[in-house]
Nanobody, 120 residues
Framework: QVQLVESGGGLVQAGGSLRLSCAASGRTFSYMGWFRQAPGKERLFVAAINWSTGSAYYADSVKGRFTISRDNAKNTVYLQMNSLKPEDTAVYYC???????????????WGQGTQVTVSS
């Protein structure tokens, strides 16, 4: 099992930036991803990265604004979020999976989540 610990959330004004980090320990997985969940809404895919190749995948809603990256030496994945909008407000979760699909059910390990709030 892998343990995932997120950090970097907070309050930011619209148009601002935040960088989330997710430190992984334990076994490795093929993919690391970020999901988000707003109050009363379902958990949605944001971005994922292939741990070996670095290939990145994004939800349409964040393309061009968010960048996922990883540091293999630190076993850490990052989500750089620029041009933030109020609709980006959610709890952001880091997840680890092996299947190369982007449904929450395809990820077996989850972090505790970090709150991102974007004010207008």
């Amino acid at each position: 099992q892998v343990q995932l610990v997120e950090s970097g959330g907070g309050l930011v004004q619209a148009g601002g930036s935040l960088r989330l980090s997710c430190a992984a320990s334990g076994r490795t997985f093929s993919y690391m991803g970020w999901f988000r969940q707003a109050p009363g809404k379902e958990r949605l895919f944001v971005a994922a990265i292939n741990w070996s190749t670095g290939s990145a995948y994004y939800a349409d809603s964040v393309k061009g604004r968010f960048t996922i990256s990883r540091d293999n030496a630190k076993n850490t994945v990052y989500l750089q979020m620029n041009s933030l909008k109020p609709e980006d407000t959610a709890v952001y979760y880091c997840a680890a999976g092996s299947r190369g699909f982007w449904r929450p059910s395809d990820f077996g390990s989850w972090g505790q989540g970090t709150q991102v709030t974007v004010s207008s």
